[in-house]
């Protein structure tokens, strides 16, 4: 069966740090890979998108690597701050006609000053 | 631009009662989801329309739910009758692009749905 899964325990960073998310997949061959931040009592907001041939995409202070042969993907936050203390959620298309996005279950992620 | 809208915000009814949700998604969006998100997990889809056309309900229980989307815009998802176990976040989400062209999603900010 399709699975997604991403880190089970919290990720507490010291402000500053660089914060490094994990995404690994199995029986799925996206061609695309989303990462998105959901605040509490919040919906999910989408981040950064990257594609199948790209090894990495870049924003502001946000990085994303694709590794389809490990079936991994890596989501950076450099010098973290407190404001960047959410849920991050990683997607991949699914395999339904549309190809609507599957998520994982989340990392929560808390920075302390 | 205006982002989604959902209401209720939040709704308390008791098992097998009847809730309906609202969902009106950016204007000229033409790709409307909706996810059910219990606590501690992802968000699961529960149906994908395009413009006023079902995509996908592959997931959706419709023994007990439904989901329309008038005219291409507006979306409600109804439920009847509820269980303890449909208590969940209920998220709208729209994309400008045609299904399947992997356009990201813009995400409203759910009813919040308790059965007792």
């Known amino acids: 069966s399709q699975k997604i899964e991403q880190n089970s325990e919290a990720l507490n960073i010291q402000e500053g740090k660089t914060a490094t998310l994990t995404c690994n997949y199995t029986?799925?061959?996206?061609?695309?890979l989303q990462w998105y931040r959901q605040d509490p009592g919040r919906g999910p907001v989408f981040l950064l998108l990257?594609?199948?041939?790209?090894k990495e995409k870049r924003k502001e202070r946000l990085k994303v690597t694709f590794d389809t042969t490990l079936k991994q993907s890596l989501f950076h936050i450099t010098a973290s701050q407190p404001a960047d203390s959410a849920t991050y959620l990683c997607?991949?298309?699914?395999?339904?006609?549309?190809?609507?996005?599957?998520f994982g279950k989340g990392t929560s992620l808390l920075v302390t000053p | 631009e205006a982002g989604v809208a959902q209401s209720p915000r939040y709704k308390i009814i008791e098992k097998r009662q009847s809730v309906a949700f609202w969902c009106n998604p950016i204007?000229?969006?033409?790709?409307l989801y909706w996810y059910q998100q219990i606590l501690g997990q992802g968000p699961k889809l529960l149906i994908q329309?395009?413009?006023?056309?079902?995509?996908?309900d592959s997931q959706l229980p419709k023994d007990r739910f439904s989901a329309e989307r008038l005219k291409g815009v507006d979306s409600t998802l109804k439920i009847q009758p509820a269980k303890l176990e449909d208590s969940a976040v209920y998220l709208c989400?729209?994309?400008?692009?045609?299904?399947?062209?992997?356009?990201?999603?813009?995400f409203g900010n759910g009813t919040r749905l308790t059965v007792t």
């Open positions: 329309f395009q413009n006023n056309g079902v995509v996908d």
């Open positions: 029986n799925y061959s996206p061609a695309y």
């Open positions: 990257i594609r199948e041939n790209e």
């Open positions: 989400a729209s994309s400008l692009g045609a299904a399947g062209d992997r356009s990201p999603l813009h």
């Open positions: 997607a991949l298309d699914g395999s339904n006609s549309g190809y609507a996005l599957n």
């Open positions: 204007s000229g969006h033409a790709t």
